[in-house]
């Protein structure tokens, strides 16, 4: 079967190269030159996909990465898998998506199955997607629902054996969704409609963001209350029913959570219902980055200025490179809007924004732990004996006791 996927991002990849190993035709595509000519070197930039594994695909024209949206004129399934963030006012943005499908529309082949991977608000694909093919395109095509979900880094969960949730607007497309997606994972969840699947995709993280907001508010409470929130969270856990552990944070980043509330806070004030649980979540971790900093500065003599802080890890999260929406970012500003004097070390992100990450130095005033990568070796803090406060949303032991 010939495939084309639309987006080589963390998820576009991880899928095309999926695809491809179960032995479709996967024709990648994307508007980033630079980007599909790196991967045509064989250059991978997500997390469980090896050089030699990419290099081999295309070699056997198992997968072409192209910035040539005709290629996608011989393909069966067309798979949509582009980024759908947050404009300057924190609501949906479409114009990936929108991008996307103006660009295939008219070269699409008549019975054509479109999946949507892209996260987005339940009725996207029925009033967005399907509408916007039939303005460009007057084949009659099928539609469906797939939502991603991938998790760069995991080494549990993967394309395969993640259960994936599909819904078509027709009897027909599910069916034909349901085939397709059978030949690369192993269990596959129907539901009744696009907008269960949309929804169940935005509940998954709107869930963990109202966990991860209410951690973050308990870590609060306990530091004025005197004890580390980390501490009775570790404690409450021992409980075997009726609690799930969640660990305060400095916020949340990712191309998820961040994001996916607001697009079911979107939709459902569209409706006419207020999201309350999901905005006061979304001000509460927003908020944490400008809490902790003024927390650091209390822990510091109530002052930042001249003070020298190096920041451990500045990804999103562990074992990944990915930046977007990462939370250390904004505790880098409010440290520096604070008077402190900041670096950086990830041996994943090499550089960021014209800065460059830069070795562990023992000679600071303060080390702060975010994203620990196994890459990073702490025993240059640990000898020196330099002061450290562990920010990471984990319960692992790093050398110093948790900060939150």
Same mark, same amino acid.
């Given at each position: ?18 695809? $491809? ?17 790196q991967l045509r070197g064989g250059k991978t930039h997500v997390p469980g996909i090896s050089q030699s594994q990419l290099i081999s695909l295309i070699n056997q024209d198992k997968f072409t990465p192209t910035i040539d949206p005709n290629l996608v004129s011989k393909s069966e399934v067309v798979i949509i898998a582009v980024p759908t963030p947050l404009d300057n006012q924190r609501k949906p943005d479409l114009n990936y998506l929108q991008t996307a499908i103006e660009s295939v529309a008219n070269k699409i082949q008549d019975g054509a199955l479109i999946v949507n991977e892209s996260t987005s608000y339940p009725g996207t694909l029925r009033n967005f997607i399907k509408p916007l093919f039939e303005k460009y395109s007057s084949y009659v095509l099928n539609y469906a629902s797939a939502p991603e979900r991938v ?71 306990? #530091? ?43 939709? $459902? ?11 006061? $979540? ?6 944490? $980055? ?27 999260? #562990? ?51 975010? #994203? ?6 702490? #025993? ?25």
């Amino acid at each position: 079967m010939v495939v084309t996927v639309i987006g080589l991002g963390y998820v576009g990849l991880t899928l095309s190269v999926g695809i $491809a190993a179960a032995g479709h035709k996967v024709i990648g595509l994307d508007s980033n030159s630079l980007l599909v000519d790196q991967l045509r070197g064989g250059k991978t930039h997500v997390p469980g996909i090896s050089q030699s594994q990419l290099i081999s695909l295309i070699n056997q024209d198992k997968f072409t990465p192209t910035i040539d949206p005709n290629l996608v004129s011989k393909s069966e399934v067309v798979i949509i898998a582009v980024p759908t963030p947050l404009d300057n006012q924190r609501k949906p943005d479409l114009n990936y998506l929108q991008t996307a499908i103006e660009s295939v529309a008219n070269k699409i082949q008549d019975g054509a199955l479109i999946v949507n991977e892209s996260t987005s608000y339940p009725g996207t694909l029925r009033n967005f997607i399907k509408p916007l093919f039939e303005k460009y395109s007057s084949y009659v095509l099928n539609y469906a629902s797939a939502p991603e979900r991938v998790d760069p880094g995991n080494n549990e969960w993967n394309l395969e054996n993640t259960p994936r949730v599909i819904a078509g607007l027709s009897e027909n497309a599910t069916k034909s969704a349901v085939e397709f997606y059978s030949t690369f994972c192993k269990n596959i969840h129907t539901v009744s409609s696009p907008e269960i699947a949309e929804a169940a995709k935005l509940f998954e993280n709107t869930f963990r963001q109202i966990n991860i907001a209410l951690v973050n508010e308990f870590s609060n409470i306990a #530091s004025t209350l005197g004890f580390l929130a980390s501490d009775a969270i570790k404690a409450a856990a021992t409980k075997p029913f009726g609690f799930m552990p969640f660990f305060p944070s400095i916020g949340v980043g990712g191309h998820c959570i961040p994001v996916d509330p607001s697009y079911l806070s979107y939709i $459902a004030e569209k409706a006419g219902i207020k999201a309350n649980f999901i905005n006061l $979540a979304n001000q509460t971790n927003l908020s944490m $980055a400008k809490n902790i900093a003024f927390r650091i500065k209390d822990e510091l003599g109530g002052t930042l200025i001249d003070k020298y802080i190096q920041i451990a890890g500045i990804a999103y999260k #562990s074992g990944v490179s990915d930046m977007r929406e990462s939370p250390s970012l904004n505790l880098i500003r409010e440290l520096k809007n604070l008077g402190a004097k900041t670096s950086w070390f990830d041996p994943l992100v090499t550089s960021y924004n014209n800065e460059h990450s830069t070795p562990l130095n023992p000679n600071i005033d303060l080390g702060l732990i975010i #994203s620990p990568h196994e890459q990073i070796d702490f #025993s240059t803090w640990i000898s020196a004996g330099t002061k450290v406060f562990d920010l990471s949303a984990n319960s692992n032991d790093y050398g110093w006791p948790k900060f939150l």
